[in-house]
């Protein structure tokens, strides 16, 4: 899936994702990182064969978050503060070996991350499109929309603690992984950030 980001100045964020990010300017609206394509628009001009999704983050696969922080930030580009704004954390629980993160604040201040899953054996794979982070109140209606489109069900966690437990549940959708989580609140502007998803 190709995730669409609106934006008040669609020239102006294709600038600061080559220049921040090392994505590649495809033309037309589309940057690619690695083997994911995004889709820039402006707010209220979304395409009109989108997947009408507000999600939470885009996260892009890197061999190293470490090294991607450091470059990153040596840049010009800000740790975004209500996720990671000490740098890169860890979850040891998620898939077999854990996985380090570190988000960004992408064009429009919009988070993006970028994330290292640890695999055995060691391998450096390539960048690109690691999940889509959805947000939500109630888990199982979302996830029944996903279902709908033909997702199903590859891992379930629970981090935290009883007192503020946040469950986690991936997706696989088709070659993509969707990530629904029931953390906070979180309610998006209906026209702006990352507003839904587009067909390959």
Known sequence: MIPVLAVMDPHEAAYALVRLFDFV???????????QTIALSAP????????DLPFDHLALRVADATATAVDFAARGARLHAAFTPHGPRDIAEFWD??????????????????????????VQPLEGHSH??????????????????????VRTHRLGDD??????????????IIELFDEGPFAPPATAGWVGLLPR
Do not use: I, Q, S
Not at 44 to 51: E, I, K, N, V, Y
Not at 97 to 122: A, D, I, M, Y
Not at 163 to 176: E, H, K, S
């Open 97 to 122: 070996h854990g996985v380090r993160f570190v988000f960004f604040e992408g064009p429009g201040g919009w988070p993006v991350e970028f994330c290292e899953k640890r695999l055995t054996p060691p």
């Open 25 to 35: 300017d495809l033309g037309g609206g589309r940057l690619r990182f690695g083997d």
């Open 132 to 153: 889509y982070g959805f947000r939500t109140p109630d888990l199982d209606a979302l996830e029944a929309r996903f279902a709908a489109l033909g997702a199903t069900r």
């Open 44 to 51: 209220g001009a979304a395409p009109a064969d989108m997947l």
């Open 163 to 176: 007192a503020a437990p946040v469950n986690v549940r991936f997706l696989a959708l088709g070659g993509d």
